[in-house]
């Protein structure tokens, strides 16, 4: 093809493998896989079974490789050198090379090649059947060796010479028909023998015409071959060919249906690495959470969240008022308003102070820990400085009183499983936010207008808690309009999973129409008012009053 574009005979320049440097393989810039290119071309020269020679080539813009020279083959004993020449095209190894007889001046190519045409291209089954993925199966070292194997049977090319001295003596012989049979036996001997001469063999010396010609010469017949033993060793070598073609095709054919069971086994064994990398992805990442567990059982016991007690998880009000100070100066207003509510000043304050040692902000700030007096029940979507101050203005004995506070009595910065497992060893009534309400003089609910706080069931399960453990609610604050859904018994947990627990809970302590009553009462109430939830005097729904 790109002879027939250009219109142009190649001009070589001969370059050995050695001078193939950097720069020469700039040059060679257009192939697909100089990487390819490189290893087979080298493999070749390396062998030095050949007499190929590496070149350059040019064809109009495009620059290709070739190796020319001659190939040894062995024919009947003598050793003879066949000249070829290998083209790569840019697309090597992708496409099979191009390889051609290229006959001297002297030679001349056999018609009829089972492997060469007229015009000495090459068609061989080894180019047939060419694998560019397996370079094993497909190289230039091993065309090479099959070109030879196949010239060796039956070479390509014979001498002009000697071709045209066979004419002008046969143009001088008398015609076999007129000859005696002895002649005629001899005479077709020596044809046989001189076409055997054009594919460039040497007649051995005992097949030998005597010098002087003559017909009656008695050792002339003893050590010739009768016409039957040529036509025999004819027959064989055509029968050679022929194993040979059948053994090629075997060949294929057998690939041929080898091909999918292959693909199969390829298949198979790839998806039997993937399964085991994945079992050992697998146990890796149970071995790396086992580890980490036994790291975390390990900081989980030494922890002082689990050697201090839940009424010891107090602060005071002096370390309230420094709280809301450091978190006015440390949370940026612009980003969260002036007044954020719990659960911002929890994500902005709370858990970065308190990641490095992995305790609440009262053990953090109290590390023997702060016996609280007061159970302090709010709501995390209210105001964060609106409930310190409603705390501030309704205790006057504020600085000193000691407070529980959830966000900041409970870890915020564990795992949600390791945290529940702190605060939750069993049911409600025996956790430990349950232990320091029990342990606590009083409960105060701060309300707020931003939500009713009844809403969440945790507020809920906190008033009846307070009823169970017989603790007066002080009510401070105040609070949105009654909702007529939404709260009490109704009322819904950020987490879905705890409100199961919380539910049992409640219904365990008093009945939903007595929680729901309490509930409207804690809502309505005037700010400041106390709430007698005593468990004898909640059994009358009348006893549950605002003093």
Not at 127 to 153: C, H, K, Y
Not at 390 to 417: C, K, M, N
Not at 420 to 440: E, I, N, Y
Request: hydrophobic share 35%.
């Amino acid at each position: 093809q790109v002879f027939a574009q250009h219109r142009l005979q190649p001009t070589a320049s001969g370059l050995s493998w050695a001078m193939m440097d950097h720069r020469m393989l700039a040059r060679l810039s257009d192939y697909d896989d100089r990487r390819r290119l490189q290893q087979d071309v080298s493999e070749l020269i390396s062998s030095r079974r050949t007499a190929l020679k590496l070149q350059v080539e040019r064809f109009g813009d495009v620059e290709l490789c070739s190796l020319s020279g001659t190939v040894p083959i062995h024919y009947r004993g003598n050793q003879y050198n066949i000249p070829i020449r290998i083209l790569l095209d840019t697309t090597y190894a992708a496409k099979p090379p191009r390889v051609s007889v290229t006959p001297t001046k002297d030679m001349g190519i056999h018609d009829r090649h089972p492997t060469v045409d007229g015009r000495g291209v090459i068609r061989m089954a080894y180019l047939q059947q060419w694998r560019p993925l397996d370079r094993q199966a497909s190289n230039l070292l091993g065309l090479v060796s099959f070109i030879m194997t196949e010239f060796s049977r039956s070479p390509p090319v014979y001498d002009l010479a000697a071709a045209a001295r066979l004419d002008r003596e046969r143009a001088e012989q008398v015609p076999v028909a007129l000859m005696q049979p002895e002649q005629r036996d001899r005479s077709q001997l020596v044809s046989r023998m001189e076409q055997a001469n054009l594919a460039g063999m040497d007649i051995e010396d005992d097949l030998v015409l005597p010098a002087d010609g003559t017909e009656d010469e008695p050792g002339w017949l003893a050590r010739s071959c009768s016409e039957e033993a040529v036509r025999q060793e004819e027959a064989r070598r055509i029968a050679q060919q022929q194993e040979a073609l059948r053994r090629d095709e075997a060949r294929h054919a057998a690939q041929q249906q080898e091909a999918p069971r292959e693909e199969e086994a390829r298949r198979e064994e790839e998806a039997r690495r993937g399964e085991e990398a994945r079992r050992e992805e697998e146990a890796r990442r149970e071995e790396e959470a086992r580890r980490e567990a036994q790291q975390q059982q390990a900081i989980f016991e030494r922890n002082p969240m689990n050697t201090t007690s839940a009424d010891q998880w107090g602060v005071c009000g002096r370390q309230l008022n420094a709280l809301s100070k450091d978190v006015k100066e440390e949370i940026r207003a612009e980003r969260t308003g002036p007044n954020p509510n719990v659960i911002t000043v929890v994500k902005e304050y709370i858990i970065p102070k308190c990641t490095a040692d992995s305790v609440s902000y009262s053990i953090l700030i109290n590390p023997n820990g702060l016996k609280c007096d007061t159970f302090v029940s709010h709501a995390w979507l209210g105001p964060f400085f609106a409930l310190i101050d409603e705390l501030r203005g309704y205790y006057e004995d504020f600085e000193t009183r000691v407070f529980w506070i959830d966000f900041l009595a409970a870890p915020q910065t564990w795992p949600s499983q390791e945290a529940d497992r702190l605060m939750f060893t069993g049911a409600v009534v025996h956790s430990r936010f349950a232990t320091a309400l029990l342990q606590c003089d009083h409960v105060v609910v701060v309300r707020n207008t931003n939500c009713n706080l009844y809403t969440r069931l945790w507020c809920v399960a906190e008033l009846a808690l307070a009823r169970e453990f017989k603790k007066s609610v002080k009510v401070i604050g105040i609070g949105p309009p009654m909702h007529e859904s939404g709260i009490g018994t109704r009322a819904q947990c950020s987490v879905p999973a705890d409100e199961p627990g919380l539910q049992a809970a409640i219904s365990k302590v008093t009945s939903d129409a007595h929680i729901d009553e309490l509930v409207e009462k804690a809502v309505k109430a005037p700010a400041g008012s106390v709430l007698a939830v005593g468990a004898t005097d909640f059994e009358d729904p009348n006893s549950c009053c605002v003093q």
